[in-house]
């Protein structure tokens, strides 16, 4: 050996890594089953405020169908939703969708509609909003975002679909117009994407199930 | 050698990571809105300190000085994955509210610090000790300002928001060095003298 030091060099670093990736292997394989039944806990748990009141026997994760974008509902980022049976029948659909023109960074929104129309309720499902002003759409915070629970397209009317600041029909946050336009206007999109005859949620083939784990 | 007295009075006042070396102050700023998440991150940097000193102290005979950083990174990095999985998978809730600041452990500098100067030439025994005490000291401040934050943002808002987190720190480390110049004042206690002058 010509450069004896390197040679050793490189022999302790190619073991010190072997030991780290096995240990970090160990404990992935040792945290793998328990990080997927928390993930999917997780979701079951978030989904819940959106549920409330259906009667349906179907799997969540399994029903779950991936919308590329681009798409007509909110945001550029795929959309997943989450269709909800009882039998064969479809119940309702469950869009989480993203509005990206509130007043800081990404609203994450699941909005769930019924299969005639009507909103079964929407959840904030992650927000950076201004604490104390814009975080009211936090279920924590306030009960503003249960406004929607029970309105449709038709109630009220397309002129309604906006906050009162802007001659609609839904209360505003105070201090956060930015904020309640950004949501109001996502749960509009939503229901006119479930509402157009170009889409059918209920027809698409299901994407979940295994994939959901990833 | 250092006595444990002389290690704890170290890690927790006069060498304390955030209040004396400014180390970590990432994500000491970013996640102690709360006195939850302050102690989250506190125990998972605390027991990567730990852990890496102890692995760090283990290997010191066989690493030569041209490979030391690189062989840290990878001890550090992989403790810190671990203590991420562990934590999605026993403190979901933690992780959620913690997000990429535990990954982020990796980058704390205190942490390769201690490896480098003390782990690398001290025992797995003292290295363990050292770990466990710095980031005790790093940990308790953690806690410290994030129950401060979380208090006086009920009638004050602003203490949660970023500028709140630098007002905080900038109290402590006020309070920590009025207590000092007092303490300097009335007490003649050699030891404590010489550990502030260091």
């Known amino acids: ?214 | 050698m250092k006595t444990l007295t002389e290690h704890f009075r170290a890690g927790l006042w006069f060498e304390n990571t955030g209040l004396v070396q400014l180390l970590g102050l990432c994500p000491l700023l970013a996640v102690t809105t709360t006195f939850v998440n302050g102690l989250g991150l506190g125990i998972a940097t605390l027991s990567v300190l730990v852990a890496s000193n102890a692995l760090v102290s283990a290997v010191r005979h066989w690493i030569l000085p041209e490979i030391r950083i690189p062989v840290y990174v990878l001890i550090i990095a992989s403790l810190v994955t671990c203590t991420e999985l562990v934590f999605k998978a026993w403190f979901p809730a933690l992780d959620r509210s913690l997000g990429i600041f535990i990954p982020l452990i990796v980058t704390n500098c205190a942490i390769v610090a201690r490896a480098e100067v003390f782990a690398s030439r001290n025992s797995i025994g003292a290295s363990i000790i050292d770990g466990f005490v710095m980031g005790l000291g790093f940990a308790l401040l953690l806690i410290t300002i994030g129950m401060f934050r979380e208090f006086v943002a009920q009638g004050w808002l602003l203490a949660v928001l970023p500028p709140g987190a630098f007002f905080s720190l900038a109290l402590a480390i006020a309070a920590k060095n009025a207590i000092d110049d007092r303490r300097g004042k009335q007490n003649t206690n050699v030891t404590i003298r010489e550990t502030v002058k260091r």
């Open chain 1, 1 to 214: 050996m010509v450069d004896r030091p390197i040679m050793r060099s490189a022999a302790t670093l190619t073991a010190i890594a072997a030991i780290c990736a096995m240990l970090v292997a160990s404990t992935h394989e040792l945290t793998d089953d328990r990080i997927a039944a928390n993930d999917k806990a997780w979701l079951e748990q978030s989904l819940r405020p959106v549920l409330a009141g259906l009667e349906f026997d179907s799997g969540l994760i399994d029903s779950r169908v991936t919308i590329p974008a681009p798409h007509a509902l909110p945001g550029s980022d795929d959309a997943l939703v989450y269709r909800v049976y009882n039998g064969a029948a479809p119940v309702a659909a469950l869009f989480a969708v993203t509005a990206r023109d509130g007043y800081s960074g990404a609203i994450r929104l699941l909005i769930g509609i019924r299969a005639d129309g009507t909103l079964t309720g929407v959840h904030t499902l992650s927000h950076r909003e201004t604490p104390g002003l814009g975080d009211g759409i936090d279920r924590a915070k306030s009960d503003w975002i249960e406004q929607f629970e029970g309105r449709s397209l038709a109630d009220p009317a397309t002129g309604g679909w906006r906050i009162s600041r802007d001659g609609g029909e839904f209360d505003q946050l105070t201090g956060a117009s930015v904020t309640s336009r950004a949501v109001v206007k996502a749960v509009r999109q939503t229901l006119e994407y479930f509402d157009s005859d170009d889409t059918d949620v209920f027809s698409l083939a299901s994407d979940g199930g295994e994939q959901a784990r990833q």
